[in-house]
């Protein structure tokens, strides 16, 4: 099954700053999402970009995926204190022919953004 | 607040115990979703309820059960329960039984088994 991996696992840097994360996966895939966990707390969605997208934008944020090599990067600009978090990756994986889809979530990059 | 609620936030209990952990999806959206979040194991899906109906399944033990009820809340029972069982069970919803779409997530169940 795919599965996305977070690099790096840890960044840490100033408020003011850009953030970038990447992930990588290993099988074609339909889609790509981010999520977002505040400590100990349920994950957010943040954006989900398609296959056959190469940039997608909201707000701070900026995914970008190249699916020729399996990767996708995931830029917030002008960092805050309140973006500290972990953000995952999450891919597709189809259980079945046919049948239903699971997201598969990498482990995460823990961003901390100091004041 | 995704709209996904799940009660109770914290439960401690000891081994070889059963535990039930409750989650109400968003209004409107008819697949349920498990997650168990370790720190060793990550984000791992269990299983999956859409409509009432079990469709997908996962990493889930055999000493877990679940169920979708036809007001379409969802309840996950853990049973036998070991040390290695302590983690985050989350449960999320969407409004189609795809997987690729995105997910909505509740605040999570904290589990502490002694």
């Known amino acids: 099954s795919q599965q996305g991996e977070e690099d790096p696992q840890a960044l840490s840097i100033q408020e003011g700053e850009n953030a970038t994360m990447n992930c990588s996966y290993k099988?074609?895939?339909?889609?790509l999402q981010w999520y977002r966990q505040n400590s100990g707390r349920g994950l957010v969605h943040l954006i989900l970009?398609?296959?056959?997208?190469r940039e997608k934008h909201s707000g701070r944020l900026r995914v970008t995926l190249d699916t020729s090599k399996k990767s996708s990067s995931l830029l917030i600009t002008a960092s805050r204190a309140a973006d500290t978090a972990s953000y995952f990756c999450a891919t597709a994986d189809r259980l079945t022919q046919g049948g239903s889809e699971k997201l598969v979530f990498g482990k995460g990059t823990k961003l901390t953004v100091n004041p | 607040d995704s709209g996904v609620t799940q009660t109770p936030k914290h439960l401690i209990t000891a081994t070889g115990q059963r535990v039930t952990l409750r989650c109400s999806p968003r209004s409107g959206d008819l697949s349920v979703y498990w997650y168990q979040q370790s720190l060793d194991q990550g984000l791992q899906f269990l299983i999956q309820y859409y409509n009432g109906e079990e469709r997908a399944k996962g990493n889930i033990l055999e000493r877990f059960s679940a169920q979708q009820f036809p007001d379409l809340h969802s309840e996950l029972n853990l049973s036998s329960l070991e040390l290695g069982d302590s983690a985050l069970y989350f449960c999320?919803?969407?409004?189609?039984?795809?997987?690729?779409?995105?997910?909505?997530f509740g605040p999570g169940t904290r589990l502490t088994v002694l």
């Open positions: 099988t074609s895939i339909n889609n």
């Open positions: 970009i398609r296959s056959n997208e």
């Open positions: 999320a919803s969407s409004v189609t039984p795809s997987g690729l779409r995105e997910q909505f």
